[in-house]
């Protein structure tokens, strides 16, 4: 089977290689983004992530395409750098990593260690200031190789507001898929995933599929999908099992309150099945693997779910150990393969 | 079969009935607390609701057992009052609103009209003053009528943290379940359900079960039911089917990293299953009942849930209706009666 990895995280080998493409006045200041709280308690990336010849994890092109692609047969792995570039309360500079990763990651795993074709890219944007994000994606729309833009669930407001159509207009424009990522959120002045200040690692992870659900809430009523007709979203790294439930609800509310949203012409599950897709990582597994499939049967899992591993960070998802084995296969193929490939047109 | 309704909400007949036990300074200015935002498009309360002599709906304890107890066969109702008392940056203020409602609710509701002990009482606390709320804990713990304490989920911190312990110990002290209730988040300072501000009703009401996920992460994670071992929850009108996925994913990450929180020694699932109960309006309903009943035995739904209709809220769910036909009658009883009567002794 060919597999279609939609959430892998490609590292600079050090800082100068985002540094050679930021102008003045950035480029003195920067330093590689992390996140100075909520750090894991135990190891950020798979300890055998690291390349043999050192560097960061997945810095290593060649060492990637071994212990990732060669293993599990991944023909395309999707490229999201962790850039943070919404962490700056500074639209400018915000702006100006994103740019600046871009322009790496096209100048390096796109283009010089891409002669397949295999990495597929995505064009960060900063979301806080919306009309230098379309210019962005505008910028790289036509690189061969970018197949999505980006932006992590860090936000300010929820990503259905209309402040943030001419991103949405932009993607349209160029048939590119918006993707959400988590991982920013808290940080810069960015809300939390949960109503106050979570206090530890375990809880602020999980609830980052809190923030995915706001989000997609928020796209959901504000009529995202009306008012843009053909943009696809993906929902990255925020969890799978939590989708059925949160339609019931918003179907059910929908049917009740839609003197609120009069413009949701449809439930909203109908937009959620033709618009949006969600990489499966971290995939809630539960003790009885037919309440999961239970619940994939519920979103039309064949329609919307394709795999991610999250490689290298330390709670990769194999693909040979991700699902239920008693998945059926076509289920599994789709999955794997082909709701990504339609996605991204690969 | 005997029903117990563990979320009704009586209503003073007017804003008198309360002001009359609110002490100077805060008597004159003392208003009816409503939510100024996100008003429900529709109504807020069922229009058959509304007394046949006027008044507030809920306001006429008569009126309310005959539609709601004899039409249904509800045993005891648990009376909820929707103060806000947890809406005022000044605690003192927030503290004597809710004082006042207490004495409103025995004086009404749970003396006056109380023949039958039918009436049951919950005793409002303002958790911004957590020794203030012990305190109340304690004037009220020995009311024959009152059989919990209850609290909005409005916060503006996640209620699992060490600030509010104070209210835990009195719980425990007094033997009283600790119920959290939506309805003031992003109101007076409190944290919205949501990362950012959403934008109609909809999105609002539905985001009210992010923040009760997220106030159940914090007690699962903090280790409230480590250090209070006899500690109940009710967790009242925050939906249900959402609580299997978020156990699913918390579970993996607490045995990944249980480092982070070392003093939690039993899968999260497991305290949740011996000292938290959910409350099941609104109930998610998806098209194929199975779908729910599947969610329903992942979380021991025969030891988790307990009926509630709202009344008299507009989205109030009948005892006849609320639930798939194909439950099984065991199930059924456990779910309308006795999960609640062992949380409240009744």
Redesign the interface.
Known sequence: MSIIDTDVHPNPRNADEIRKHLPAPWRDGFAMPRRPFYH???HANRLDATPPGGGPAASDPDFLREQLMGTYGIRHPILIPRTFANIHPNPDYGSAVATAFNAWLAETWLEAYNDDGAFKGSITINHHDPLAAAAEIDRWADHPHMVQVVTD?G????LG?RQYYPIYEACERHGLPFAMHPGT?GIGG??????????????Y???M???F???L??FL??GVFERFPTLRIALLEG?V??L???L???D???R??R???PWITRPPSEYLDEHVRLSTQ?L???G?D???L??F??VGAERVLMFSSDYPH??FDSPTRAFPSSMPDPLRQRIMHDTAAELYGL
């Open positions: 894991n308690p135990i669930s936000a300010r407001a929820p507001q959120d960015n809300t939390l995933p949960t109503p106050g200040v979570p206090t530890h690692y375990i809880e992870h999980c609830g599929s809190l923030a659900q706001a989000h809430l928020s009523t504000e969890g099992a939590w059925a439930p949160l019931w609800r918003l059910a509310y929908w009740a309150l003197k609120d949203t971290p809630e597994r539960p009885r037919e309440h999961l239970a619940l049967d519920a330390w709670d």
